[in-house]
Nanobody, 123 residues
Framework: QVQLVESGGGLVQAGGSLRLSCAAS????????MGWFRQAPGKKREFVAA????????YYADSVKGRFTISRDNAKNTVYLQMNSLTPEDTAVYYC????????????????WGQGTQVTVSS
């Protein structure tokens, strides 16, 4: 059974940083491209960042480019999202996803999803 468990969310002031982690089990992690998505209250879930199975290629939404960094540790079956210079507009539930389609990692066409972790940025 595949499980993706996010952690690291919380409350932070504007300008602060958080690092999200997503621990995967039940799958050969190194075979899967991974992504982070988020859903703010009253809005649709949107793409944040993605990383190829090898970690060589990363993708970012324009809204987070230069502030967020996605990385992975295949030995630990974990993907990370380092978030810096946070703003209240980053407030959302952040979801980890596994199994994105090559060339379409920004789309929500992933095989597995975590339950999400809340990130709240106060002004």
């Amino acid at each position: 059974q595949v499980q993706l468990v996010e952690s690291g969310g919380g409350l932070v002031q504007a300008g602060g940083s958080l690092r999200l982690s997503c621990a995967a089990s039940g799958l050969t992690f190194s075979n899967y491209a991974m992504g982070w998505f988020r859903q703010a209250p009253g809005k649709k879930r949107e793409f944040v960042a993605a990383i190829s199975w090898s970690g060589d290629t990363t993708y970012y939404a324009d809204s987070v480019k230069g502030r967020f960094t996605i990385s992975r540790d295949n030995a630990k079956n974990t993907v990370y999202l380092q978030m810096n210079s946070l703003t209240p507009e980053d407030t959302a539930v952040y979801y980890c996803a596994a199994g994105g389609r090559p060339g379409r990692l920004v789309r929500q066409e992933y095989d597995y999803w975590g339950q999400g972790t809340q990130v709240t940025v106060s002004s």
